[in-house]
């Protein structure tokens, strides 16, 4: 059916496109309802954003509904933020219901199409226990609305195949025959356009026109055996007190019975895959939203949105220029059609003279200065290797400045041991001069001449492993130890600078004597 659909608007556009050519005639915008801003065409068909097991998946739940009732839950998901204030406005109103709820929230920022569901508590509460559900049904029926409408009918196949959908005292089951077949056309070398015969569909109303059922089933058995068990659907059970003690018809129970006059305003029009708009019903129970009688199809409109962004590409960029003021983003944001007529012919007349025109963007900028760094390399070859080796040596002296400051540190935690040694060798030294006069005097020969030694040892070794001097780093880690450094020295001179009387007086120093042994004068007698 949709394959031969093609052909004929195919043929229809190249016949209007003929009479066009012979005599124009002005182009009428196209109607849309008061629900959605006019003059605004349907979005192109984007890539298909789920599958068909999703697809199947995702209408189970409400694909046996009365069309007038399935057709406006699709139009309502669309909505998901209005559909989750309505959910709460009907928990805090159990008792509303019908054409009343349905002027009760008349004052309310829904869309119209929302607002039509509150007469319907049922299937508000199915559709309350999860909102993402919703907002994914909304989504596939504004990117994929042809595949939606066509998953509803396999699925209201499969189960009148398994015997779950008949006629009943709660609706009526009948079944279209298939829209009427075009001949194939005969083209110029002889061969004819094969079109596929399309299947029968299935409609659902309700029994009696001002009363409609709301039925409730568990998707996983009223369709028979599931196609796709990687995909099961998912079943909503029905809030208790809505459908106890009722009747349960072939697998659907069937809850108490909606009085209503104008609530539902929607239909379906299944040969050309959209929703028709009952324009007197609608201005009826909408009196503060009248639409004019040729809106009779369904558009959606983003301004109730509410922010939640948009699945596919088509309709984020097709209804973002529908929202309020988007003509004029560019005039907020400091754009100016003169401004840029200026900027384009400075660009211009700077290429012409040889004179790269200045980035349009940060990324632009960046990748400019990326360019330039590399093509910098690959004509200096040196200029990345002399980088890298005064890296280098910065560094290797950086580590031989860490090396120095750790054998200092380990120098001055030694000296407490150091001088406990030299103290006690000291005393030793000196009791052995007041013993033995000459050996004395030896020892201390040796001795000067060992420190002369090993002053002059540590001289030479200090000169060899000495830092250069315009070490930039020397001194970085311990900045105490070079500022004392410094100033090594500078009290010693401002001491010897300071006049004799502010001196601090000398204090006598007394030290134990030490008298001659016995052992001594026993030799010398």
Same mark, same amino acid.
């Given at each position: ?21 012979? !005599?124009?005639?002005?182009?009428? %915008? ?79 920022? /829904? ?21 993402? /559900? ?42 279209? %025959? ?47 055996? /599931? ?18 003690? +009722? ?23 299944? +040969? ?25 199809? /369904?558009?959606? +409109? ?16 097709? +209804? ?37 025109? %200045? ?48 054998? !200092?540190?380990? =120098? ?9 040694? =030299? ?23 040796? !001795? ?78």
């Amino acid at each position: 059916m949709r394959t031969l659909r093609l052909d004929i608007c195919a043929v229809v556009l190249l016949a209007t496109a003929a009479c066009s050519r012979e !005599q124009p005639a002005p182009a009428t %915008p196209a109607a849309t309802p008061a629900a959605a801003p006019p003059a605004a065409a349907a979005p192109l068909q984007s890539e298909p954003v789920f599958t068909r097991e999703e697809l199947d998946q995702m209408v189970a739940p409400i694909a046996l509904y009365p069309d007038p009732l399935l057709a406006q839950v699709l139009m309502a998901a669309t909505y998901p933020g209005d559909v989750s204030d309505a959910v709460a406005w009907s928990k805090a109103h159990p008792d509303a219901r019908g054409d009343a709820a349905v002027k009760q929230v008349a004052e309310q920022p /829904w869309d119209p199409s929302v607002q039509s569901l509150v007469a319907f508590p049922q299937a508000l509460a199915t559709l309350g226990q999860d909102p993402a /559900w919703v907002q994914r049904l909304g989504d596939a029926f504004l990117a994929q609305p042809d595949e939606v409408m066509d998953a509803v009918q396999r699925l209201r196949q499969q189960a009148q195949t398994a015997g779950n959908l008949e006629s009943n005292e709660y609706q009526n089951v009948s079944v279209e %025959p298939p829209a009427p077949q075009v001949a194939p056309a005969v083209g110029a070398a002889g061969g004819t356009t094969v079109v596929e015969s399309a299947p029968s569909t299935i409609v659902i109303q309700p029994a009696d026109p001002e009363v409609v059922y709301v039925p409730s089933y568990n998707p996983t058995t009223v369709y028979g055996t /599931w196609a796709y068990p990687s995909y099961p659907p998912a079943y909503y059970p029905p809030p208790p007190g809505y459908y106890a003690g +009722n009747a349960l018809v072939s697998g659907l129970a069937f809850g108490v019975g909606v009085a209503i006059t104008d609530s539902l305003w929607g239909g379906f029009d299944w +040969n050309d895959d959209d929703i028709d708009i009952n324009v007197n019903r609608y201005n009826n129970i909408n009196v503060n939203r009248q639409i004019d009688v040729n809106q009779n199809t /369904w558009r959606h +409109n983003p301004a109730n949105r509410d922010g939640v962004p948009y699945r596919d590409r088509a309709n984020r960029e097709f +209804n973002s220029r529908r929202l309020d003021g988007a003509d004029q983003r560019a005039a907020f944001r400091g754009g100016d059609a003169q401004r840029a007529q200026a900027r384009e012919q400075a660009r211009a007349s700077m290429q012409k003279h040889g004179v790269d025109a %200045p980035a349009r963007n940060n990324q632009e900028a960046r990748d400019r200065a990326q360019a330039a760094a590399r093509d910098r390399d690959r004509t200096q070859p040196g200029a990345a290797g002399s980088r890298d080796q005064a890296r280098d040596r910065a560094q290797a002296a950086t580590e031989r400045t860490q090396a120095r400051d750790r054998a !200092q540190g380990a =120098a001055q935690r030694a000296s407490p041991q150091t001088r406990e040694h =030299a103290q006690a060798a000291r005393a030793k030294a000196h009791t052995a001069a007041q013993s033995h006069p000459q050996a004395a005097s030896k020892a201390k020969a040796r !001795q000067a001449q060992s420190n002369s030694h090993a002053r002059t040892a540590a001289r030479s070794q200090a000169q060899h492993h000495q830092a250069p001097r315009n070490n930039a780093f020397q001194g970085a880690s311990k900045p105490h130890a070079s500022k004392a450094a410094a100033q090594r020295g500078h009290a010693s001179h401002a001491a010897a600078k300071r006049p004799a009387a502010s001196r601090p007086a000398g204090k006598p120093v007394q030290r134990p004597s030490h008298p001659p042994q016995q052992r001594h004068a026993a030799r010398r007698r």
